[in-house]
């Protein structure tokens, strides 16, 4: 997407890492026992079949759930002992539904979280939500309802709103896969600069060509366990786990 507003101005990258990470809802094992390392700067997509665990290492990684075992670190330093809402606020979350406030307008979106956590007033909320909103080209719709925006422009929308929070991380979970064919490009577009302007980022998706095109790293998932990991022309091209051959023989 051309435009000479950086989507990424927050000082240097951060890694981030999972070890062994656990989560059990009840008797239902979901992650078990879960490595992931993301090195700063850098885009990690994560595959896998429908179920294998990805939304919830998600969950786990900002600690929406705590892991009953395992650790999360930042930098090399574990973040379990942290307050969790600091934790989350270093991480910004991109969903499937876009859950922007239909009441409010587009600018009023963006504004909230920075006058509510960040303690900005009135004037620099509004400053920065139009100065993010311009970074996804979407400046002259501050002042409309979601409602009135493409599935696609409010995803932008969306995006602009966790990065006015200035976070150190970005998650995306099937950001893309409620849209419609056309307005996806517009999206992967987006997620494509920030990838290139060194966000540091963890990408589940189907969209296989923004996998191998654009991430650093691809991880695969099935049943709760990381399989294989490599660089793209790895997985995609020398896959080694029958699992993997043939989940992408399925989607491919
Ligand atoms: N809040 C929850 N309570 C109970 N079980 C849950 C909860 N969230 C997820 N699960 C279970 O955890 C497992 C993994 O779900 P998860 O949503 O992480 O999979 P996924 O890989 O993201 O799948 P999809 O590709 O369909 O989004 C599933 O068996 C699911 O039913
Ligand atoms: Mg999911």
Do not use: W
């Not at 507003?5 to 879960?34: I, W, Y």
């Not at 998706?205 to 709760?224: C, L, Q």
Request: no cysteine; net charge negative.
């Amino acid at each position: 997407m051309a435009n000479s507003h950086p989507l990424v101005d927050r000082g240097a990258a951060v890694s981030l890492t999972g070890q062994d990470l656990h989560l059990s809802f009840g008797d239902n094992h979901v992650l078990r026992g879960v490595d992931i390392h993301v090195e700063a700067g850098t885009t990690t997509t994560v595959i896998g079949p429908s179920g294998s665990g990805k939304s919830t290492l998600l969950r786990v990684l900002n600690r929406l759930h705590e892991p009953q075992q395992g650790d999360i670190l930042i930098d090399g330093r574990s973040v379990l002992k942290d307050d969790p809402d600091q934790l989350r606020r270093r991480i910004g979350m991109v969903f499937q539904q876009f859950n922007l406030f239909p009441h409010r307008t587009v600018a009023q979106n963006v504004e909230l979280g920075p006058r509510k956590l960040l303690g900005l007033d009135k004037d620099e909320a509004r400053a920065l939500a139009i100065a993010q909103l311009e970074s996804v080209g979407l400046a002259h719709k501050a002042d409309a309802r979601p409602s009135t925006l493409s599935g696609g422009q409010q995803q932008r929308v969306a995006i602009a709103r966790a990065l006015a929070m200035h976070p150190q991380i970005m998650f995306f979970d099937e950001a893309t896969s409620a849209l419609d064919p056309e307005l996806v490009k517009g999206v992967l577009a987006l997620m494509t600069d920030l990838s290139e302007q060194g966000m540091t980022m963890i990408v589940v998706t189907h969209e296989m060509g923004y996998a191998r095109d654009v991430s650093d790293h691809v991880v695969f998932m099935d049943e709760g366990m990381v399989v294989e990991t490599g660089a793209p022309e790895q997985i995609f091209t020398d896959a080694r786990s029958d699992r993997l051959k043939t989940f992408l023989s399925q989607i491919l």
